[in-house]
C-alpha cells in the first residue's frame, strides 16, 4: 500500500460543475486526464501520464475500497463510491467517482474514470464508515453490519422466487393436509360400515328371526293362521340362519366391551337355540297343548334372556358409532384448524415477503424516473446521483446508467479536450483564419486575423460606413462570437 506524505487534512473545496476525467490501461496506468484533473491533484499531465492513480491516493482510504474496486472493475462491472483524494500539497477532496471497463471484442482494455463532487452527507457517511472499517469492531456490530449488507444484498430475484416457494409450500401442505383429511374420512366411514352396520345387521337378523321366525311362528300355529308345514319350514329357516349369523358375528372383531358381553350370551343363545329345537319338535308331534304351554311360558323364558342381553350389544354398537364419529369429528376439527393456521401463517409470510419486495422496489423506481426526469429537463443539473444501500438487480441498472454515463461524459471530456487543443492551436496560427456560420455570420476569428482587421480597419471604414473593430474585449476569452461589425 502506498502512503503518500504530506498530509494537511485541509479540504479543497470543489465546484459543484466539476467533472474529474481520467483513463488507464488494463493495468490502470494512466492514459488521459482531463484539466479539472490536473488543476485539482496539483499534479502535472506530465507527472500524472503512465503513473497508477495511487499517486492520489490518500492515506485515510482503507485499502478494502481499493479490493472491492479493483475485484469489481475487474469482473467488468462498473464501480461506485465516495473516495477521499490526496493534492500533490497534502490537501484532499472528496469525490464520487464512477469507474467502468472499456473493452474491444469482449476483452477489458482500459478503464475510464468520472469524478463528481461528493455532497457532505455522502462526505460524512463515507467518513464515518471508512473509519469504522480501520476500528477494530465489536462481535455484535460487525455480525449487525454483516445482517444488514446482507439484506440489502438479497436479489430481487431471490425476494420473488421466496414468495412464490411459500405460496408452492402452503398449497403442498395444503393439499397434503386435505387428501390425508378424506382419506381419514373415508377409514373412519369404512371402519364405522364394517364394524358397527354389519355386525348390527346380524344382530338385527338373529333378533328378528326369534321373534318372528319362533314366537311369532308358534302363536299364528295357535291362532291357525299358519299351517303346520309353514311353521317347520319357518323354524327350520330359523334354526339354519341362527347359528350361521351367530357365529359369523362372533368370528369378526369387536371391541373388549363387545366381545366380553358375546361370551355372556353365549349360554343365552343356546338356550334360545334350545327353544327353537323345542317349537320344531312340537310341530312335528302336533301337541296342541304343548304348544299353548310354549307359547306362553317357555318360549318367553328361554328368548328374552337373550334379546334382552341383544338389545345391550346392539346398544354398544350405537356407542360405537356414536364414539368413532366423535373421534372423526374430533380429527375434522383439529385438521381445519391446522389448515386455517398454515393459511394465516402463509398469508401473514407472503405479505410480509411481499410488502418487503415492494418496498425494495417501488420507492426506488419512483426515485430513478424522478432523478433521471430531473438530470433530463433541468437546464443547471449539478444534482448528485443516486446512491443505495441495496445491492441487487436494481442497483445493476442504475450502475449500467452510471456507467453509460461516465462513457458519455469520458467521450465529452475527450472531445472538448481536442475542440481546445484545436482552437488553441488555431488562435496562435500566423496565418489569418475567420469561421462563418451557414447564415455567414462571423463566429469566429484568430489573433491574426484580429490583427489584420485591426490594421485594415480604417480602409474597410471607407467602403462600408460604420465597421469598426472593438479592441476592448481583444484580450478576453476567444470563444465563437465576431469581434469585428460593420454594415
Ligand atoms: C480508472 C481508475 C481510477 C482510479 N481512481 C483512483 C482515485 O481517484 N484515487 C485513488 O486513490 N485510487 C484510484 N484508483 C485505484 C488505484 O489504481 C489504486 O489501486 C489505489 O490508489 C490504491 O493504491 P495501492 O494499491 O498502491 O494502495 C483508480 C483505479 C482505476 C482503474
Known sequence: ???NMPITQREQTLKDSISIVSKTDA??????????????????????????????????????AYADLWDTVQSGKPWIGIVKNRCKNGDHYWVDVC?????????????????????REQIEATAALYESMSIEQSFAASMLRKFHDYRHSISIQAKILSIFVMVALTSLMLGYSGVHGIVQSNNSIESIYKHQILPLEKLKIINDLYINNIAATGQKLQRGIITSAQATANVEQAIATLDKEWKAYGAAP???AEQKLTGEMQPLFDTALEAAVLLQKIIATDDLDRLMTFNTSDVYKAIDPFTQKLT??????????????????????????????????????CGVLGWNLNR?????????????????????????????RYRDELTDVVEAYRSLKTRLDF????????????????????????????????????????TLFQSMASVIAQHHAGFKCREDDRYANRTVSGRCSGS
Open 312 to 349: 345391550e350389544l346392539i346398544n354398544l354398537h350405537y356407542a360405537g358409532v356414536a364414539d368413532e364419529y366423535g373421534a372423526t369429528e374430533a380429527k375434522y376439527l383439529q385438521q381445519r384448524n391446522v389448515a386455517i393456521g398454515l393459511i394465516v401463517l402463509a398469508l401473514a409470510i
Open 411 to 450: 467521450d465529452h471530456s475527450e472531445t472538448m479536450n481536442r475542440v481546445n487543443r484545436l482552437k488553441s492551436a488555431l488562435d496562435h496560427a500566423s496565418v489569418a483564419v475567420t469561421l462563418s456560420s451557414e447564415d455567414n455570420l462571423l463566429i469566429y476569428m484568430n489573433h491574426a486575423a484580429e
Open 1 to 3: 500500500m502506498k502512503i
Open 99 to 119: 469507474i467502468t471497463p472499456m473493452r474491444e471484442g469482449g476483452e477489458i482494455v482500459g478503464y475510464i474514470s468520472v469524478r463528481k463532487k461528493a455532497t
Open 27 to 64: 493495468k490502470g496506468m494512466i492514459t488521459y486526464v482531463n484539466r479539472e484533473f490536473i488543476e485539482v491533484s496539483g499534479f502535472t499531465e506530465e507527472e500524472l501520464m503512465g503513473s497508477n492513480h495511487n499517486m492520489v491516493r490518500h492515506p485515510d482510504m482503507p485499502p478494502a
Open 254 to 256: 369387536h371391541s373388549e
Open 360 to 388: 425494495s422496489i417501488m420507492p426506488r423506481l419512483r426515485e430513478i424516473s424522478r432523478d433521471l426526469l430531473t438530470k433530463a429537463q433541468e437546464i443547471d443539473n449539478d444534482q448528485p446521483d443516486l446512491q443505495s
